[in-house]
């Protein structure tokens, strides 16, 4: 009899949580049950006519054959605009290279670098695929633990601590997935400093959520100047131009570590969608007023998902100054007996209650390095978000 033995592979990482809990809202409702869905990070909005008009163009142009694998050159030249007008960096076109996602950006830097034992770095809480494409290399994932107090943001002196001789990768986002931290100007020069002293650690820098950023202007890592060539820098259009399925992400970093991503790709997927390509010209370059309207609407949510944790008792958050999560601790709620009889232990089981009793799907914390936590979308629609939170307190209210 034929057995198939899979490879061991698969056995190094996990199935990402946030996917998980997004297809087990979707197998809910196809039985009829009316889910509110507060779990995945995918703005609600749709891509800007512009963009879709230019996407169309190309179509009509005959752009439907293969790429280079780095992608085409004036879409590499758009990127280095874009950096140039909105984060005054300087790069060429052999300093970039387009994927299929921002994901598939940070994958490849990571299979670039990364070796068997080599340790990486990530402050928690983080987003889910950071370890497990580190464990895929044959990594060894190094977490530092930040605090609510400190608004989940790593420090000079923790980073200082926890390099060693074998730290070969510093892995984080500014804005963050999941809790909406973001770093000032001086936060990011302190980390520097450290780095500066430690020429042996490469630094990944994902800023998927520039565009949501709330409060003041966003700031990168690879500005010091002193440091940018060890700076990875990862960004995409998914969610700042309401992009998800285009599959467009970028990576700028030196021409070694281009040339390095390239090689991968090019056993991988090759090249990106081609009209994808000819769209993110136009979205990179052409009006970002379609963004700014954008963020102005999840800014009003975000005030209004502020409101609702503060009706809901013994839960502590910060309030996200980037991205479109909060990040609620809900460990008052653990050891609690639901209607029932079952004691929820975690936030695992407290996930697990909110999507099958109350018909609300949020993701657990642990899957972010923060077991005490929640992690709650505002990526929706204000009626979703109304209806979820709720939800959310009269089923937390039946707890005992």
Not at 63 to 71: E, F, I, L
Not at 138 to 164: R, W
């Given at each position: 009899m034929y057995f198939m033995q899979l490879s061991l592979l698969l056995e190094k990482f996990n199935e990402p949580e946030t996917l998980k809990m997004a297809k087990l809202g979707r197998e809910l409702k196809a039985q009829g049950i009316d889910i509110t869905d507060l779990s995945l990070g995918e703005p609600d909005f749709d891509t800007p006519i512009h963009i879709k008009d230019a996407?169309?163009?190309?179509?009509?142009?005959?752009?439907?054959?293969?790429?280079?694998?780095?992608?085409?050159a004036d879409v590499r030249e758009a990127v280095c605009t874009k950096l140039k007008r909105d984060n005054n960096l300087d790069y060429t076109i052999d300093q970039i290279i387009v994927s299929t996602g921002a994901k598939q950006s940070i994958a490849n830097a990571v299979l670039a670098l990364?070796?068997?034992?080599?340790?990486?770095?990530?402050?928690?809480?983080?987003?889910?695929?950071?370890?497990?494409?580190?464990?895929?290399?044959?990594?060894?994932?190094?977490?530092?633990?930040?605090?609510?107090?400190?608004?989940?943001?790593?420090?000079?002196?923790?980073?200082?601590?926890?390099?060693?001789?074998?730290?070969k990768l510093f892995m984080f986002s500014s804005p963050c997935n999941p809790t909406g931290a973001v770093y000032t100007k001086a936060e990011l020069q302190a980390l520097a400093n450290v780095f500066a002293k430690n020429e042996h650690v490469t630094i990944m820098s994902d800023e998927i959520y520039e565009t949501i950023n709330y409060d003041a202007p966003h700031e990168s890592i690879a500005q010091f100047d002193f440091l940018k060539e060890r700076v990875i820098l990862i960004n995409g259009l998914s969610k700042g131009y309401a992009m998800t399925g285009w599959r467009f992400g970028y990576l700028a970093a030196s021409a070694t570590i281009v040339k390095a991503c390239e090689k991968l790709q090019g056993q991988f997927t090759s090249a990106t969608c081609s009209i994808t390509q000819r769209a993110a010209i136009v979205a990179l370059t052409g009006s970002q007023q379609s963004t700014v309207d954008m963020v102005a609407k999840f800014k009003e949510r975000r005030e209004k998902v502020i409101g609702f944790l503060k009706e809901i008792p013994a839960i502590e958050y910060t309030i996200p100054p980037g991205a479109f999560y909060v990040f609620p601790d809900v460990s008052a709620y653990?050891?609690?007996?639901?209607?029932?009889?079952?004691?929820?232990?975690?936030?695992?089981?407290?996930?697990?209650?909110?999507?099958?009793?109350?018909?609300?799907?949020?993701?657990?914390?642990?899957?972010?390095?923060?077991?005490?936590?929640?992690?709650?979308?505002?990526?929706?629609?204000?009626?979703?978000?109304?209806?979820?939170?709720?939800?959310?307190?009269?089923?937390?209210?039946?707890?005992?």
């Open positions: 996407a169309k163009k190309a179509i009509d142009e005959n752009y439907s054959h293969y790429t280079p694998v780095v992608g085409y990364v070796d068997a034992g080599d340790e990486v770095i990530i402050p928690t809480p983080y987003w889910v695929t950071y370890s497990e494409i580190v464990r895929l290399a044959g990594g060894v994932v190094k977490f530092v633990h930040t605090t609510i107090q400190n608004g989940y943001k790593i420090t000079a002196d923790e980073l200082e601590k926890a390099i060693t001789p074998a730290t653990f050891n609690k007996k639901t209607a029932a009889g079952v004691i929820l232990k975690d936030a695992d089981e407290l996930c697990m209650y909110l999507l099958h009793t109350a018909h609300v799907s949020v993701v657990t914390g642990r899957a972010f390095g923060q077991p005490n936590c929640i992690r709650i979308s505002f990526a929706t629609n204000t009626a979703n978000i109304e209806k979820g939170f709720a939800k959310i307190k009269n089923a937390l209210a039946n707890l005992v």
